[in-house]
């Protein structure tokens, strides 16, 4: 287990942030996931690591739809920050909005994920965003996930 890797996830519902934290304990990597409420709190999170030269995730994960700041609001702050504009973005939400995945991949997240309706699928996307950072795995390009909506 690599202790360096950290995702950052932020998603306003409790339940799905359990679950999450879960889903991350069943594969064995309790300390990966950094879990936040809302956009400013990945934004104050960051800022905090920065200023006391900490290291920085190597994954956000982002839901689509939350209060204060939404995921395409902070997605746009992180891709305006130099200091955060190389860290990979998935935005990972309920909707299907072909329309808010196009305005996604514009604004530099690397992919997006729809959100699981099943435990194990729960399993399957905290291994798949670990994977990622550990560079095991990819994700589906843009354009193939748009065309699979249409």
């Known amino acids: 287990m690599d202790n360096t890797v950290k995702i950052l996830l932020a998603d306003d519902d409790l339940e799905d942030r359990f679950i999450m934290q879960d889903a ?13 409420e809302d956009g400013e709190k990945v934004l104050e999170y960051l800022s905090e690591t920065q200023r006391n030269a900490g290291v920085l995730p190597s994954l956000v994960v982002l ?16 891709k305006s ?8 973005v998935i935005i990972f939400s309920s909707s299907l909005n072909v329309i808010e995945m196009h305005e996604c991949k514009q ?18 996307s905290a291994q ?23």
Not at 24 to 36: C, D, R
Not at 63 to 72: E, K
Not at 107 to 113: E, F, P, R, T
Not at 128 to 150: A, M, T
């Open 128 to 150: 798949h965003f670990y994977d990622f950072c550990i560079k095991k795995r990819s994700f589906p390009e843009f354009n193939s996930l748009i065309n699979n909506f249409k």
């Open 63 to 78: 839901d689509l739809n939350m209060p204060r700041l939404s995921g395409t609001q902070t997605l746009r702050e992180l």
């Open 107 to 124: 604004l530099g997240a690397l992919s997006y994920m729809v959100k699981p309706f099943t435990y194990e699928e729960y399993l399957l």
């Open 81 to 88: 920050r130099d200091a955060y504009k190389d860290i990979p």
């Open 24 to 36: 991350f304990n069943a594969i064995n990597l309790p300390e990966v996931p950094l879990l936040v």
